[in-house]
């Protein structure tokens, strides 16, 4: 527990030292970003905010469609309740994994299958890390040879090679020889609590061995949700002006998000308003336009969190009058 409370401690410093950063790089130029936020264009932000409850609703739809495949038989209003409760806790806990266990928690309520169950969690969130580096690798190709934005490769062979290495994970992890293996030599020394990561992705390929029609619809819903949190960015972008290009918003989308899963910060706060401008100031968008833009993002995430928070005040409610019951 005192380990918890360290690292949440950390994360809030770095949090901390990465606002101050901001604040220290955009030095005369916050009025123009306040500006930008005050005159933007509120029909474009409800359309972000609608489309993000879309893309929630799609990630569900994913998680469901794994679940299926495992026949445990959860309603899909029960998958969505679960994962607006799951974004809650991503927005307030300093790490992820606390949606992670309220999803997990919930669906104990409709099966004993916990290996299952915890399984369709984690090749969830491997097959929509997997969709959002594909879709960087191909945004930053297309930028690269569409636009003739030679100065991009690095970013681009970033991307590619990440892929690569993703499909590299899975295919050993398809293989229950090297599966194996693999987790021996983690076992050993200080890549202990690697071995655990691995080994929960074992356990979850096994129980999807041979599933290969579900994982690639999976994954397809993964892309679909993708582009959707993409076009919520294109959205703000419109409301603050418009003069982000769509095809930009498709590369760095993936992979601000890819970023942001680094757990070194409390909800993304800091390293979000960093990562943004450093991004797309490689294509010459003016910093306080990506700054205004990382600021609309993470409002609307907080926003759209809300729901959950409700739905898991309603579980508490349920749970307490079950107990007098």
Known sequence: MKGKYTNAL??????????????????????EVWQMLASANLWW???????????MLIN?????????????????????????VGFFFNNI????????????????????ENAGAAASVVLDRLIGLSAYMSVAAVSALAVVFL??????????????LALLALITIGAFLISRRISRFVSRLLHRGILEKMAVIWDSLAAAFELYRFQYKTLAFAFLIGLTGIATTSMVNYALSLALGGSIPLVDIFL???????????????????????????????????GELALALSLFV???QLFCSLPGGVLWLLWKKDAGEGKTA
Do not use: H
């Not at 932000?45 to 489309?51: N, T």
């Open 60 to 84: 569900a739809f994913k998680w469901w469609t794994l679940l299926r495949a495992q026949a445990i038989k959860a309603p899909f209003l029960a998958m969505a309740n679960f994962t607006f």
């Open 93 to 112: 806990l300093p790490a992820n994994i606390g949606g992670d266990v309220m999803r997990g928690y919930g669906l104990a309520k409709y099966t004993e």
């Open 298 to 300: 993470q409002a609307v």
């Open 252 to 286: 760095f989308t993936p992979l601000i998000a890819l970023v942001l899963i680094i757990p070194i910060s409390i909800g993304g706060l800091g390293l979000s308003q960093a990562a943004y401008p450093f991004f797309y100031g490689l294509v010459g968008v003016p």
């Open 45 to 55: 932000v409800l359309v972000s905010v609608l489309l993000f409850w879309t893309a």
């Open 147 to 160: 636009t003739n934005r030679s100065d991009l490769w690095p970013l681009a062979a970033v991307a590619v």
């Open 10 to 31: 950390i994360r809030g410093g770095i949090s901390l030292a990465l606002i101050l950063f901001v604040l220290w790089r955009f030095q005369g130029r916050l009025t």
